[in-house]
Nanobody, 123 residues
Framework: QVQLVESGGELVQAGGSLRLSCAAS????????MGWFRQAPGKEREFVAA????????YYADSVKGRFTISRDNAKATAYLQMNSLKSEDTAVYYC????????????????YGQGTQVTVSS
């Protein structure tokens, strides 16, 4: 089992940058695929990015490709989401997630979620 705690969300102007962090408990972080999802008010949770256990494979939603970068530091048991060129449509609660299964873009395939961190982009 793993517990996840996100941080780094805040209010930022359009065009700005933020880096989200996801700190994991336990010594098994390296066994998990890590993903980032987001959920805006009135919308379903949507996939943002995922990274495999060693970081060898990375996946992005089309809406963030070229602007967001997912990474991980297994020694620190932490995953990151660097967000650049932020747009108002990026406003959402961002969740990190973990799974021992294959990397996918389906929220239900992830077994563990953090509590979320709010990102608000003002235009």
């Amino acid at each position: 089992q793993v517990q996840l705690v996100e941080s780094g969300g805040e209010l930022v102007q359009a065009g700005g940058s933020l880096r989200l962090s996801c700190a994991a408990s336990g010594r098994t972080f390296g066994l998990y695929v890590m993903g980032w999802f987001r959920q805006a008010p009135g919308k379903e949770r949507e996939f943002v990015a995922a990274i495999t256990q060693s970081g060898g494979s990375i996946y992005y939603a089309d809406s963030v490709k070229g602007r967001f970068t997912i990474s991980r530091d297994n020694a620190k048991a932490t995953a990151y989401l660097q967000m650049n060129s932020l747009k108002s449509e990026d406003t959402a609660v961002y969740y990190c997630a973990a799974t021992r299964r294959r990397a996918t873009n389906r929220p239900n395939d992830y077994d563990y979620y953090g509590q979320g961190t709010q990102v608000t982009v003002s235009s």
